[in-house]
Nanobody, 127 residues
Framework: QVQLVESGGGLVQAGGSLRLSCAASERTFEHYSMGWFRQARAKEREFVAAISVGGGNTPYADSVKGRFTISRDNAKNTLHLQMNSLKAEDTAVYYC????????????????????WGQGTQVTVSS
């Protein structure tokens, strides 16, 4: 079972940037589609972005499109989320997740489809 550990969260002013990282414990990381999700206080966990095994497919939630960039380094078992032009509404706990199932090239945006989760990292954007 792969272990996922997020880092890079913190407090930033609106308009600023943060880069989140997610370190995986096993080389099997390179076989999994990966995703970033977030959960604001009193809200359900929601999809942010996903990335295919090879990195060529990267869907985003409409709310972050054009501001966030997901990437992965399979050689280092690491997933990243570059977040620019941050807004107060981006405040949430951010989670990385791994989907071990092959979905014929389609990346899932559903929380229930992801098998492994990190513990989350808090991102707070002050307005």
């Amino acid at each position: 079972q792969v272990q996922l550990v997020e880092s890079g969260g913190g407090l930033v002013q609106a308009g600023g940037s943060l880069r989140l990282s997610c370190a995986a414990s096993e080389r099997t990381f390179e076989h999994y589609s990966m995703g970033w999700f977030r959960q604001a206080r009193a809200k359900e966990r929601e999809f942010v972005a996903a990335i295919s095994v090879g990195g060529g497919n990267t869907p985003y939630a409409d709310s972050v499109k054009g501001r966030f960039t997901i990437s992965r380094d399979n050689a280092k078992n690491t997933l990243h989320l570059q977040m620019n032009s941050l807004k107060a509404e981006d405040t949430a706990v951010y989670y990385c997740a791994a989907d071990r199932k092959w979905r014929w090239g389609v990346l899932s945006t559903e929380v229930s489809d992801y098998d492994y989760w990190g513990q989350g990292t808090q991102v707070t954007v002050s307005s």
